[in-house]
């Protein structure tokens, strides 16, 4: 079992940036992959990016492709979602989380509490 904490989230306008963080304790961070989800007031989880266990970068989601980046130092054992030109849509509750093994494609386990995201027109 994993624990995940995450952190960085906030208020921001449209266009400006936020860096999110999800410290991770447990299972040896470098040996899963991790992901960030983000869940909007009455809608569903949805994925937004994944990385392998050693930082190999899964597809990211079409709404945020070219804005986000997701990236880890496994030595802090820390994950990152780097947030570029925000836009009111990506207001939602941010989730990491942590892969069942190596590689995104293998399911995911633990859940972060979530940090929440607004961004303001």
């Known amino acids: 079992q994993v624990q995940l904490v995450e952190s960085g989230g906030g208020l921001v306008q449209a266009g400006g940036s936020l860096r999110l963080s999800c410290a991770a304790s447990?299972?040896?961070?470098?040996?899963?992959?991790m992901g960030w989800f983000r869940q909007a007031p009455g809608k569903e989880r949805e994925f937004v990016a994944g990385?392998?266990?050693?930082?190999?970068?899964?597809p990211y989601a079409d709404s945020v492709k070219g804005r986000f980046t997701i990236s880890r130092y496994n030595a802090k054992n820390t994950l990152y979602l780097q947030m570029n030109s925000l836009k009111p849509e990506d207001t939602a509750v941010y989730y990491c989380?942590?892969?069942?093994?190596?590689?995104?494609?293998?399911?995911?386990?633990?859940w972060g509490q979530g940090t929440q995201v607004t961004v303001s027109s």
């Open positions: 989380a942590a892969g069942l093994g190596y590689w995104t494609t293998q399911g995911w386990g633990d």
């Open positions: 447990g299972r040896t961070f470098g040996n899963y992959a």
């Open positions: 990385i392998s266990g050693s930082g190999i970068v899964s």
